[in-house]
């Protein structure tokens, strides 16, 4: 007959006994045995309502859930030629970006004959990764794609 340890419905250590006797009990208070960890020697059993046990574990896994962060990447797209102003307004937003937590991807854009100054559109990514500084890593360094060049960039 196999062995358990029992713990009653108030939380009370019963001690070890035969698998039936610890059914029995839960049955004459009307709930269910419930075998908590399998594993220990012997299992350790506790007496409970099999529907409330249910229902806890639904929302320890909820609020667990709810504390999740889930990371976006957000985009930001510049130009090789980007006015200082444009440029101000794209460098607040990474920043907010990267304080919430998300990542940046910055795709900086060749139109034309844009393409045979590729050197200007690196200054440009260059600056960027300068002024953000300390707060990020570079998860992607520049690289080029067709006509446009590509950053990614994650909180620290």
Excluded: W
Aim: proline share 4%; hydrophobic share 35%.
């Amino acid at each position: 007959m196999p062995q358990v340890r029992l713990i009653d419905q108030d939380g009370e250590m019963q001690g070890v006994m035969s698998a039936r006797e610890a059914l029995q009990r839960a049955y004459d208070v009307g709930l269910d045995l419930l075998e908590i960890s399998p594993n220990a020697e012997p299992p350790v059993c506790k007496i409970t309502d099999y529907g409330k046990y249910k229902y806890e574990q639904q929302k320890k896994a909820n609020e667990a859930r709810k504390k999740q962060k889930v990371v976006e990447i957000k985009e930001v797209k510049v130009r090789p030629n980007i006015d200082d102003h444009d440029y101000d307004v794209k460098m607040r937003a990474m920043k907010s970006f990267i304080e919430e937590g998300d990542k940046v991807k910055v795709t900086l854009r060749f139109r034309g004959r844009e393409m045979a100054h590729q050197d200007l559109g690196i200054k440009v990514l260059e600056r960027i990764r300068t002024e953000l500084g300390e707060t990020i890593k570079v998860e992607q360094m520049p690289r080029l794609e067709n006509r446009q060049m590509i950053m990614v960039l994650a909180p620290k």
